[in-house]
C-alpha cells in the first residue's frame, strides 16, 4: 500500500536479526536505505535491489551477512552516490557490473576478509566522481590496479592490511585531489614513486609500514609511520 511511496527506509542500529527482505525490490521510490549496524545475516538476495532507480544511499555495513556482493546493485547507476557495504562476511570479489555506477561518491567494501583474489582494474576507469573508497583488510592480493589511476576525483584511498604486493604505481601520485592514502600492512617492493612534494602534502595521512619491508625509499622520509 502506501508504503511503496516511501522514500527513507533508515533501520539501522536496531539489533535486527535475520536475512535482508527481498521485498525491499518493492519500495520503487526509495532514495536511503539503511540497514548498518544490525545482526543480519545470510546471502542478499539479487532480487533484492531490482527496480530501486531512485536510490542513492546504500549501507548495509556492520552485519554479518555472507556469499556474493549482489551484481544487481550495478544497475543503480542512474543514481546510487554513497554504497557501505563493509564490515560483513561477503566472499567472491567486486561485481563486474559496478562500472556502471557512474554518479558513485562513496565506496566502502572494508573488513570483508573472505573477498580475497585480485582487485578487479576494469571498473575504476568509469567512476568520474568516486572520492573515496576503502577496499582494506580484505585479502586482497596481487596488484595494486594501475587503473586507480583514472580515479580523478579520488580524495581517499584506504587499501592497507590486504596482502597486496609488487610496485607501487607512480599514477597515485599523479591523483590532482588526493589527500589520504593508507597502503600500510601490506608486502609491496621496489622503488617508493612519491616525490618529496607528495609525501609532504599528505603528510600524516600517508601509512606505508607495519609490513610493505621490500619498499626502498629514495627520500629522507621513514617509511614506517
Known sequence: GSLQRLRQLDLSNNKLEGEVP???????????????????????????????????????????????????????????KLLD????QFVGGIPTSFSN?????????????????????????????????????????GLIPSTFGSLKSLRCLDIKKNKLNGDIPMSLQKLPSLYLLHLNGNNFSGMLPFSLNFVKKLGPNLLLGDGNYGLCSPLSTPLNR
Not at 85 to 88: A, D, E, H, I, V
Not at 103 to 128: S, V
Request: hydrophobic content about 40%; glycine content about 10%.
Open 22 to 80: 527481498s521485498s525491499i525490490f518493492k519500495l520503487k521510490e526509495l532514495v536511503v536505505l539503511d540497514l548498518s549496524r544490525n545482526r543480519l545475516s545470510g546471502d542478499v538476495s539479487p532480487q533484492t535491489f531490482m527496480g530501486l532507480n531512485s536510490l542513492v544511499k546504500l549501507d548495509l555495513s556492520k552485519n554479518m551477512l555472507q556469499g556474493n556482493i549482489p551484481s544487481t546493485i550495478g544497475l543503480l547507476g542512474n543514481s546510487l
Open 85 to 88: 557495504l563493509s564490515y560483513n
Open 101 to 141: 555506477l557512474r554518479l558513485l561518491e562513496e565506496f566502502n567494501l572494508g573488513h570483508n576478509g573472505g573477498l580475497g583474489g585480485h582487485i578487479p582494474t576494469q571498473i575504476w576507469p568509469h567512476l568520474e566522481v568516486l572520492m573515496s573508497l576503502d577496499l582494506s583488510s580484505s585479502s586482497y592480493e
